[in-house]
């Protein structure tokens, strides 16, 4: 099944097709106001492990790995994978997140792991 996904930084200006905003991290992100988000939900379960993001640490040489082991916790996270796929199966979903890496993040990883290329 292809979806319409999307991925932008949460401090990029809600768009009229963004569809639903689904901010992906696990914390809240500075300087922004939970009615400037434009959230149609905040899945913060379906952000990576404390543990990993801290190893992680958005370093680019970590990314395939990161992938990896954030692919095998979200294939033990049948809720909220379930609850995105949901949202999906309903039209465009925007994955936002607040990292400024733009192609090193778990949003992007994620992304990935639900179009079924990542």
Request: charged share 30%; hydrophobic share 40%.
């Amino acid at each position: 099944m292809t979806f319409d996904l999307a991925v932008k930084r949460i401090y990029e200006p809600p768009a009229p097709d963004d569809g639903q905003r689904v901010l992906v991290d696990r914390i809240w992100p500075r300087g922004v106001s939970k009615e400037g988000a434009a959230l149609a939900l905040w899945l913060k379960d379906i952000a990576p492990s404390d543990d990993l993001r801290k190893w992680f640490g958005h370093e680019a040489e970590r990314w395939a790995e990161f992938q990896e082991r954030y692919r095998a916790e979200l294939a033990g996270n049948g809720g909220a994978v379930g609850e995105l796929l949901g949202l999906l199966r309903h039209g465009k979903v925007t994955l936002l997140y607040g990292a400024h890496d733009e192609a090193h993040n778990n949003a992007v990883a994620l992304a990935e792991c639900m179009r079924g290329t990542g």
